[in-house]
Structures are given as C-alpha cells and as structure tokens.
C-alpha cells in the first residue's frame, strides 16, 4: 500500500509519463512507457469515505476504530450481517446505547397520601383517647414506648450486633410511664433507676463477651425512649392536662410541618447535610414561623392564665427541641445505616421516627409550662 498521505499528488507512472526521471517502484519515464508496464503497477487501493459518526467510529475522539471481529464493539451473527470489510449501506440504530438521564423532578420523597393517611388516623386515636379518659391515653404512651423500644433494640441487633435486653427496657418502660403519671418525676426517676437495674442484671445470664456495650446501649435506650415520655405523661396529671398535652402535640406537628414544607419549596442552604442532607435552613426558619405563631395562639386561648408572648417562646423552644430531636435520630440512623427505624406506619417509617421530635420536646414544653403557668 502507498504510504502517501491522502491527497497528495500521484507517483510518475500511474497516469503517464513523467519528465521528472525514474521512481522506485514505478513505470520508466519517457518514450519507453507503455501499456504492459501499466498493467503491471499496482494501483493505490480505494478507501471508502466514513461519514464522521457512522461506521466503526470513536465518537467522542473522532478516530477510526480497528475492524475485524476482534476488534468489534458488538457481533451481528444474523445471516444478513455484513462481511468483514463491507459498509453497511442503512446500519441499525444501536439499542442499547445508553440514553440520556431524564432531568430530576423535587419531590417530597415519601409517599404524601399514605403518610397523611396514616398521620390523621393517629391524631384520632391520640385526640379521642386524650379527652375521654386520661388513663387511656396513658395506655397508648405506654404502648407506643414498647413498640419504640423494640424497633430500637431490633436495628442495634442488625446492625451493630449490640443486644440491648428488650424484656427488662418493655417492662420498665411501661413501668416507667404509669410511674410518672401516679408520682411525678420522683416516681420517674426511680422507675428508671429499677430499670437501668434491670438491664444490668438480665444481661449477666448471657456470655460476658459484648457485656459493656449491651447494658450502655440498654441504658441508653431506657432514658431515650422511655424516661423521656414519661414527661407527657407528668403534663397530663394537671388540671388542664389535656389541654397541656394537646399543645405539646400541636406545636410539635406544625414545627414539623412548617419545615417540611418551607425547605420542600424554598430550602436551598443546608443545615446539618453531614447529619441529614435533607434539612436547611430555610426549613428550620420555617418550623420557628410556624411554631412561634401557634405557640402564641394556644397560649392566648388554649392555656389558663397563658400570654400570647409566653407562646412565642414556648414555640421558639419547640422548634428548636424538635429539630435538634430530629438531628440526633439521623444522627443514629446513618450510624446504624438505615434510613427509617421501622415499617410500621406507610408513610412515615416506623413509630420511633415519629417519636424523634416528640420524645426531647416532651421535657420542654413541661418545665416551661411549669414556670409559665405552674404545675396546676
């Protein structure tokens, strides 16, 4: 083959004669050309034309690529595949060429119906229990810490191997709730103390190995979940308790509320995205907006003796609680690596994710209510 680039001008010999003398590998010049010597040159092969994004091309570099089955990106065994060498005249579109992604759409990221399905069947249940008969809803406290406790015992197990004992955390946390609302917080603490006992005692029966991290982990849990319930448990045994507790739940919801849908439509700064991506600040505005000006409706009119500026306090309070609530069980799911605690409520994942902002505003909003109003 001729190692002339494309386009230059031919050799002496090929066409005709030549008046710049001899060349290796070509016709003589002169008179004594003639037509056997042309037949016997070899003339330079054709090379078809290959447009700039067909054939066996490299699109993005714009090189040929080597033919030949071996070095083809994709075989066509079907009979009527072209052989090594030919152009296919219409080649067929490459299938399974990847397309390009579909720009992303802002979504929630749950599934809204479900959760505020799920969500106003629970407020009935709450609401129903709360003003009918105290001790009923007591119950359900004490239910939903069970439920808690053993959600967070079972992804400790999965996920870190850590066997925090449920039978004493069940047992004296419900304990501890009823404790709470027959004794008040002197009732609480030594509740919790027979249960941190508990723990400690239940877990001798096993093998010592993993013994420190099994009891911290039950201890811990014991205070997590159930001591701090016990709180709502104690603002219930006021006079206007109900109504203290209906609050409580109220300036948690909307707090919750007020971030979801601020930071769902205007969040653009992250608040804590090591923690919980989804958090920003404009969220977190959101929820002090949202829970000052409920905080200062409930006070006025909700709350004997209550002011509308103890209410703006009050949900400043709350709104920070919750969200700091909220931070510290992601915190503990992106340690254990899971995105919810549980399956339980569609919508919302399990109990002890709709216990996160509730549990440590529970203390809160009882000792400001304390101050505010009494213990009435």
């Excluded at 001729?2 to 008046?19: E, F, K, L, R, T």
């Excluded at 219930?236 to 909307?254: H, I, K, N, S, Y």
Aim: contains cysteine.
């Amino acid at each position: 083959m001729n190692d002339s680039p494309w386009g230059a001008p031919p050799h002496a010999g090929y066409w005709g004669p030549s008046d710049r003398g001899p060349v290796q590998g070509a016709a003589p010049a002169g008179p004594t050309y003639d037509a056997l010597d042309a037949q016997q040159t070899r003339p330079m092969p054709f090379v078809p034309d290959v447009s700039a994004h067909g054939g066996n091309q490299d699109d993005d570099r714009g090189a040929a690529r080597l033919g030949g089955p071996l070095f083809r990106d994709f075989r066509d065994e079907s009979p009527s595949a072209p052989t090594y060498g030919a152009v296919p005249q219409n080649p067929e579109p490459m299938h399974d060429a990847p397309q390009p992604a579909p720009a992303p759409k802002k979504s929630a990221g749950r599934d809204l119906g479900a959760a505020i399905g799920v969500g106003a069947g629970l407020g009935a249940v709450i609401i129903a229990s709360l003003f009918i008969v105290k001790a009923v809803f007591v119950g359900v406290v004490a239910v939903a810490v069970v439920v808690g406790l053993w959600e967070l015992t079972k992804r400790l197990d999965e996920r870190k191997g850590i066997h925090a004992p449920l039978v004493p955390l069940a047992v004296g946390g419900a304990a501890m709730v009823v404790a709470g609302y027959v004794r008040g917080a002197e009732g609480a603490w030594v509740a919790m103390a027979l249960t941190a006992l508990a723990v400690l005692v239940w877990r001798m029966t096993e093998p010592p190995e993993g013994y420190l991290k099994d009891v911290t982990a039950g201890v811990f849990a014991a205070f997590y979940v159930p001591f701090l319930a016990t709180f709502v448990a104690m603002m219930l045994t006021a006079e206007d308790g109900p109504q203290r507790v209906f609050m409580f739940l109220l300036l948690t919801v909307v707090s919750d509320t007020g971030a979801y849908a601020v930071g769902w439509r205007f969040g653009r700064h992250k608040l804590a995205p090591r923690i919980s991506p989804g958090k920003t600040r404009e969220g977190l505005l959101g929820a002090v907006s949202f829970a000052m000006a409920a905080g200062a409706l409930c006070m006025e009119f909700l709350i004997d003796d209550g002011t509308w500026w103890q209410g703006l306090l009050l949900g400043l309070a709350v709104a920070a609680s919750a969200t700091l609530g909220d931070l510290g069980e992601s915190m503990i799911k992106r340690d254990l690596g899971i995105k919810d605690m549980g399956t339980l409520l569609p919508g919302h994942g399990g109990i002890m994710d709709r216990l996160d902002s509730l549990l440590p505003t529970a203390p809160v909003v009882w000792l400001l209510l304390v101050l505010f109003v009494g213990s009435g």
